[in-house]
């Protein structure tokens, strides 16, 4: 298990784009499952969407892949403070099933099912109460910073 000071030590995002608030398992080069607890505090709900705040697709797509970039990092033993980052490199087959709203816990699901040089891909998954949410295959790509 990883908490909020563990992932800041692994990613580079900080507030408010840190979008993964623990981890709850994972198994290095295979498979990870995290979550996010959405709060009516995030500042994406100020315009998304006023009387009915829903949380924005894309920020779900990366919740997912911060949670890809967080397996990678522990499968190569690298942190923040690496040389490199993990980018979206492709999202295929993206499906939104149901809104997250504030007060959902979003669980965060990826299963590496290809990896390439440096790039990987994932079959990921966001749930809420056990209710599919958002399914999609991410593409990420390891980015040298110099």
Not at 59 to 81: P, V
Request: aromatic content about 10%.
């Amino acid at each position: 298990m990883l908490d909020v000071n563990d992932i800041k030590e692994t990613l580079p995002h900080r507030y408010p784009f840190l979008l993964v608030d623990r981890v709850i398992t994972y198994t290095a080069d295979e498979s990870i499952e995290a979550v996010k607890n959405v709060s009516i505090n995030e500042p994406f709900f100020q315009g998304h969407f006023p009387g009915f705040p829903v949380m924005p697709g894309v920020l779900i797509i990366e919740a997912l892949a911060q949670t890809c970039g967080i397996l990678g990092f522990k499968t190569l033993g690298k942190t923040a403070a690496s040389d490199f980052l993990y980018m979206i490199a492709g999202v295929n087959n993206a499906r939104f099933r149901r809104p997250v709203v504030p007060g959902d816990q979003l669980k965060l699901f990826a299963k590496k099912t290809n990896k390439k040089r440096s790039i990987w891909v994932f079959q990921c998954r966001a749930e809420v109460e056990g209710e599919l949410a958002v399914e999609a295959e991410l593409m990420v790509v390891e980015k040298p910073l110099k």
